[in-house]
Antibody
């Protein structure tokens, strides 16, 4: 059974850097064609892809956020981290960790709400 | 980047059929995936590769994709189908994972 769990601060101030961690189990990031990604959803709005990483360290980013987002992995700990710089109130959202299999999102974490406010 | 267009809302009576469209330029040349998101919950995959149902998804859910429109069809709609539905494609040129704006399905 695959599980993903997001962790990190619930509240960050504007201009700060956000770091979220996804701890997963039930699969190996070294599996071919399987990656771990981050997707966010502002309250009442649509899903938005942020970043994706594969076991060979291949990384994909949303072009619109590439300058602010970094994704890394620690395979030994079964963890993937997302860092987003210069946080703004518009970045307030639920952030989901997920598996990406081939070309679709398969399993999702429960999500973590991050509020950006002074 | 590739844009997916969904109607904001669809209303359907119980027992009837709901059709949710996802428009995109020549979307028929891509694989389309669909997600259901109930209030306060994470999304779940209901259709992948245009028309394949993952294990555990009822046969009432089906999908099609041709030319410029992909469609998710929910037959014999139940109250429990009330949710937001998102289509998604993979675009290796721009955003790898692209979502539509979502459609809220209301069961009357």
């Amino acid at each position: 059974q695959i599980t993903l769990r997001e962790s990190g601060p619930a509240l960050v101030k504007p201009t700060q850097t956000l770091t979220l961690t996804c701890t997963f189990s039930g699969f190996s990031l070294s599996s071919s064609g399987l990656g771990v990604g981050w997707i966010r959803q502002p309250p009442g709005k649509a899903l938005e892809f942020l970043a994706l990483i594969y076991g060979d360290d291949d990384k994909r980013y949303s072009p619109s956020l590439k300058h602010r987002v970094t994704i890394t992995k620690d395979a030994s700990k079964n963890q993937v981290a997302l860092t987003m710089t210069n946080m703004d109130p518009v970045d307030t959202a639920t952030y989901y960790c997920s598996t990406v299999v081939d070309k679709y999102v398969d399993d999702w974490g429960q999500g973590t709400l991050v509020t950006v406010s002074s | 980047s590739f844009v997916l267009t969904q109607p904001p809302s669809v209303s359907v009576a119980p027992g009837q059929t709901a059709k949710i469209t996802c428009g995109g330029n020549n979307i028929g040349s891509k694989s389309v995936h669909w997600y259901q998101q109930k209030a306060g919950q994470a999304p779940i995959l209901v259709i992948h590769y245009d028309s394949d149902r993952p294990s555990g998804i009822p046969e009432r859910f089906s999908g099609s994709n041709s030319e410029n429109t992909a469609t998710l069809t929910i037959s014999r709609v139940e109250a429990g189908d009330e949710a937001d539905y998102y289509c998604q494609v993979w675009d290796s040129i721009s955003d790898p994972v692209i979502f539509g704006g979502g459609t809220k399905v209301t069961v009357l």
